[in-house]
Nanobody, 125 residues
């Protein structure tokens, strides 16, 4: 069993930066790949970024590539999403997820084993 708790969301202006955190706990948490997804009002949940369990491989959605960075602390108990140059279209609830393999696209939403409760990010223009 893995528990995920996101934090760090808020209201920012376009161009600002924000760092989300996902506190992960559970006896097997270090063996899971971690990912970030987001869901805007009226839209499906979409893939944002992911990292292999070792941290050596990362994937990003084209829409955030070059602006967002996923990372993990050495103990593998916290996953971060550094978001720079935020845009109004980044507004969404951001979810942390854990799975056996790192997600790479929206199709991987259904294959994640564990989800956090989400944290709201709002970017004003």
């Amino acid at each position: 069993q893995v528990q995920l708790v996101e934090s760090g969301g808020g209201l920012v202006q376009a161009g600002d930066s924000l760092r989300l955190s996902c506190a992960a706990s559970g006896p097997t948490v270090s063996s899971y790949a971690m990912g970030w997804f987001r869901q805007a009002p009226g839209k499906d949940r979409e893939f944002v970024a992911s990292m292999s369990w070792s941290g050596g491989v990362t994937f990003y959605a084209d829409s955030v590539k070059g602006r967002f960075t996923i990372s993990r602390n050495g103990a593998k108990t916290t996953v971060y999403l550094q978001m720079n140059s935020l845009r109004p279209e980044d507004t969404a609830v951001y979810y942390c997820a854990a799975g056996r393999v790192p997600p790479r696209s929206d199709y991987d939403v259904g294959s994640q084993a564990y989800w956090g409760q989400g944290t709201q990010v709002t970017v004003s223009s």
